[in-house]
């Protein structure tokens, strides 16, 4: 990904222990110590200025390998401010209330897992977060299973399940616009490419689900809560679907992904201002603080309250952290080194897929951080998939598939920690029932290199 030449070229074995030094090392500050992943980042792109000068490096040529690794991700970064943006305007124009709203009438009173299931996938997909949709109508599904004495750990992974199809699978997704950014996809193309592995594996659990499910459930009372309050909030007209046909509309004939969310986020403001009744300082700081809830029922102004481009800046500043220290593994030789070897043993497509996917399961479960599963993963793999003959499309969805989905699957990871203590429902309980999660990279590893473009054109 980054232009940049090493100044040092390691041995492998040199490289291969720095690196998992480094890697232990924010592994033991996320993990054990329980930081924010920013900090041991911060500290590796210490430990590797000093690697830089020990070889001789001078610190211009480290200080312009951070500014250009740092540069690679503005692409995404510009995205994600916009994100913010275009979700705190779907709210104020009732968008995303509409789609929960419409999501609710799917619950009936039979088939409980794979609704649950469906559902969370539908409210993902329209929240384009997988924590927030856990934390939100997670919740409330799990309270649901409680009460009626059903399963909470196959709730739990239908919750999960759901939510990260929906992290997959929406524009608004920060993970799916880093890894389309990462290699150079467009995000329409990836999100399209994507579908090849992730329909499969969504119908696969969803029939699990199904099979799962107890014959009947009753007392719908907690949903009608949550529909009545989704009423009350007064922000559901018929022209809330407005800004999802545009960018419905934007998707079909290609337009560029921050065109059409530029153009969606400006006509659901404009409809915040002239259906709703927003004035346009309430606006203005909707932008950049986000949408606060107003209704009666404290769960709905959770669910509600979300958006705005302050929301953004923690996942700005850990991607140019994390970009960053790209850039010096880079310059120091170290990643170049490892590529080498990695290169000399690695003579297939199906191997170049399986190295892929096991890698960024690997970060994964030794650091803990979602985004660098993807962004580590990304960098290392990008010239071998060229030099296989592999399309760039292939990478971002094999980074997807590995990466993004197997997060919550790990005790200690960022998302693993979230999800247990939100839904009260343990990692280990609910892993052997995140089907979709599991089956994801799974599907792509076994058909990968097979895919409808997966080589290059």
């Given at each position: 990904m980054f232009p940049i030449q090493p100044k040092h070229l390691p041995s492998w074995m040199e490289s291969f222990f720095f690196f998992l030094f480094i890697i232990s090392l924010i592994s033991f500050f996320i993990i054990v110590i329980g930081t924010k992943p920013h900090i041991p980042i911060l500290i590796g792109i210490f430990l590797l200025i000093a690697f830089g000068f020990l070889k001789k490096i001078s610190y211009k040529d480290l200080e312009e390998a951070?500014?250009?690794?740092?540069?690679?991700?503005?692409?995404?970064?510009?995205?994600?401010?916009?994100?913010?943006?275009?979700?705190s305007s779907w709210m104020i124009s009732g968008t995303i209330p509409a789609l929960i709203h419409t999501g609710f009438f799917l619950i009936g009173e039979s088939w409980f897992f794979a609704i649950v299931f469906a559902v969370t996938a539908i409210i993902g997909v329209s929240l384009g977060s997988s924590l927030t949709t856990t934390a939100t109508i997670g919740v409330a599904f799990i309270g649901m299973a409680n009460a009626m004495d059903i399963s909470l750990a196959i709730t739990a992974g239908a919750i999960v399940s759901g939510a990260f199809f929906g992290d997959k699978m929406s524009p608004?997704?920060?993970?799916?616009?880093?890894?389309?950014t990462i290699v150079g996809v467009d995000l329409f193309d990836h999100i399209?490419?994507?579908?090849?592995?992730?329909?499969?594996?969504?119908?696969?659990?969803?029939?699990?689900?199904?099979?799962?499910?107890p014959e009947k459930t009753a007392n719908m009372a907690n949903i009608q809560n949550y529909q009545e309050a989704?009423?009350?909030?007064?922000?559901?007209?018929?022209?809330?679907?407005?800004?999802?046909?545009?960018?419905?509309?934007?998707?079909v004939f290609r337009v560029p992904a921050f065109i059409a969310l530029t153009i969606s986020s400006l006509v659901a403001t404009f409809?915040?201002?002239?259906?709703?009744?927003?004035?346009?300082?309430?606006?203005?700081?909707?932008?950049f603080n986000g949408y606060t809830g107003t209704t009666g029922f404290e769960p709905v102004n959770e669910l509600l309250t979300k958006g705005g481009i302050n929301s953004m800046l923690f996942t700005i500043s850990l991607v140019i952290l994390a970009l960053s220290f790209g850039g010096l593994l880079f310059v120091t030789g170290i990643i170049p080194s490892l590529l080498g070897a990695i290169q000399d043993k690695v003579k297939s497509i199906r191997a170049t897929i399986v190295s892929t996917a096991i890698t960024a399961i690997g970060v994964n479960v030794s650091i803990g951080e979602q985004y660098l599963s993807i962004l580590l993963t990304g960098e290392t793999f990008?010239?071998?998939?060229?030099?296989?003959?592999?399309?760039?499309?292939?990478?971002?969805?094999?980074?997807?598939?590995?990466?993004?989905?197997?997060?919550?699957l790990v005790p200690w990871s960022v998302c693993g920690v979230f999800i247990a203590d939100v839904l009260g429902v343990s990692v280990l309980a609910y892993l052997p029932f995140a089907f979709f999660c599991l089956l994801s990279p799974i599907i792509t590893i076994l058909f990968g290199g097979k895919s409808i473009g997966a080589k290059q054109k």
């Open positions: 951070m500014v250009a690794g740092a540069k690679s991700g503005m692409g995404a970064i510009f995205l994600f401010f916009l994100i913010g943006i275009l979700i608004l997704s920060d993970t799916t616009n880093l890894s389309s399209k490419h994507i579908s090849l592995t992730t329909v499969p594996a969504f119908l696969l659990s969803f029939i699990i689900f199904v099979l799962l499910s989704l009423v009350s909030s007064n922000l559901i007209y018929w022209t809330s679907w407005i800004p999802l046909i545009i960018l419905i509309f934007c998707t409809l915040a201002w002239f259906i709703n009744s927003f004035t346009w300082s309430e606006i203005w700081s909707i932008w990008k010239g071998m998939y060229q030099k296989a003959g592999l399309s760039k499309k292939a990478l971002s969805r094999t980074l997807e598939d590995a990466g993004t989905v197997i997060n919550p």
